[in-house]
């Protein structure tokens, strides 16, 4: 068989770099812009967050985006903070942990979130030894 090498070579390059630019874009995609900062676009809510025990934990953490709003480890049963916060579209969460003694019967624990008195989120969990649970608020009507 007779032929260029040459040419043969530099048709195999090109074929595998016109197959090869769709791999290399799915592969490689474009630099993904930034999500805008929670507080654009959203407006800041005074809210206050009420946490009821049925039994009084050893330990409870109520969290938010990392932070803590309420830590306790003195055994209380009700909880409060007001708090203001901006929530976007998507909801806020609230990580709510708590452990009791053992040999505690399951117990239950009420979140309340309010605004202006009138209750935009409310839960119940159920937890016996230990909890970790999740409230999202989402944007209060007006």
């Known amino acids: ?15 595998f770099t016109f197959l090869g630019l769709p791999v290399w874009r799915v592969t490689h995609p474009a630099a993904v812009a930034p999500p805008k900062d929670l507080r654009e676009g959203t407006i800041t809510f005074p809210l206050r967050v009420e946490v009821t025990f049925a039994s009084p934990p050893t330990s409870f953490d109520l969290e938010y985006l990392g932070a803590t709003l309420i830590s306790s480890h003195a055994p209380n049963r009700d909880f409060a903070i007001d708090w203001k ?10 990580f709510l942990s708590a452990e009791w003694p053992p040999g505690t ?9 309010t605004r202006d008195g009138s209750a935009i989120a409310e ?3 159920w937890g016996d030894g ?10 209060p009507k007006p």
Not at 5 to 11: E, K, Q
Not at 105 to 112: D, E, L, M, Q
Not at 130 to 139: G, I, Q
């Open 1 to 15: 068989m007779e032929g260029r090498p040459w040419l043969r070579i530099w048709l195999i390059l090109l074929g």
């Open 85 to 94: 916060v901006a929530i976007s579209k998507e909801g806020v969460d609230l």
């Open 105 to 113: 019967p399951t117990t239950a624990v009420r979140v309340k979130v």
């Open 123 to 125: 839960q119940t969990f």
């Open 130 to 139: 230990s909890l970790a649970e999740t409230l999202t608020v989402w944007e």
